[in-house]
């Protein structure tokens, strides 16, 4: 069975840094793009990055770029998403995704981050 | 390119047909349009990709069709387990848009 389950949410200052995990297994992660989608309380889903198998190549929507960082360790089957200066725009639940191509199949639980003071 | 859905609340009953918009500001390319599910208090699930193929293990009652700027997701029989909330999204391009979404609930 495909699991991914993140972890590294939490409540955060603003302007302050947080990083989430994801494991993957019964999934080999290496296998295709990988995806951070996120969801603010009650709204809808957004897109956040994504990151090709390798990692070479890695894409972001515009609210986040200059401060997240997407990134994987393949040999730990693992995806990160280094947050800093955080805003209270991204609060939300954030989901780690297992792409195939660059649809969106394997979806883990989601973490909440909260930047509040 | 912005996804517009429609209704954004749709109220029917169970053994209902219910019929979900999605209209894309600029054409998809290749059809590369997904619909999603997502229940309270649970992570979406994919059901359609590439505007009409089911996903695996979703049900035939699912279907997906249009093309372009207009797409449609279609329940043939309302099941207590569809009453959800519907987003379509063009995973084709970066960004990778969503929908708004649309809710189904019970009449």
């Known amino acids: 069975e495909v699991q991914l389950v993140e972890s590294g949410g939490g409540l955060v200052q603003p302007g302050g840094s947080l990083r989430l995990s994801c494991g993957a297994s019964?999934?080999?992660?290496?296998?295709?793009?990988m995806s951070w989608v996120r969801q603010a309380p009650g709204k809808g889903l957004e897109w956040v990055a994504n990151?090709?198998?390798?990692?070479?190549?890695?894409y972001y929507v515009d609210s986040v770029k200059g401060r997240f960082t997407i990134s994987r360790d393949n040999a730990k089957n693992s995806l990160y998403l280094q947050m800093n200066s955080l805003r209270a725009e991204d609060t939300a639940v954030y989901y780690c995704?297992?792409?195939?191509?660059?649809?969106?199949?394997?979806w883990g639980q989601g973490t909440l981050v909260t930047v509040s003071s | 390119v912005v996804l517009t859905q429609s209704p954004v609340t749709l109220s029917l009953s169970p053994g209902e047909r219910a019929t979900l918009s999605c209209r894309a500001s600029?054409?998809?390319?290749?059809?590369?349009l997904a619909w999603y599910q997502q229940r309270p208090g649970q992570a979406p699930r994919l059901l359609i990709y590439?505007?009409?193929t089911r996903a695996t293990a979703i049900p035939d009652r699912f279907s997906g069709s249009g093309s372009g700027t207009d797409f449609t997701l279609t329940i043939s029989r309302l099941e207590p387990e569809d009453f959800a909330m519907y987003y379509c999204?063009?995973?084709?391009?970066?960004?990778?848009?969503f929908g708004q979404g649309t809710r189904v609930e019970f009449k």
């Open positions: 995704v297992g792409d195939q191509g660059w649809l969106h199949v394997n």
């Open positions: 019964g999934f080999t992660l290496t296998n295709d793009w």
């Open positions: 990151i090709k198998q390798d990692g070479s190549d890695k």
């Open positions: 600029q054409s998809v390319g290749n059809n590369y």
């Open positions: 590439d505007a009409s």
């Open positions: 999204q063009d995973y084709g391009i970066i960004p990778k848009p």
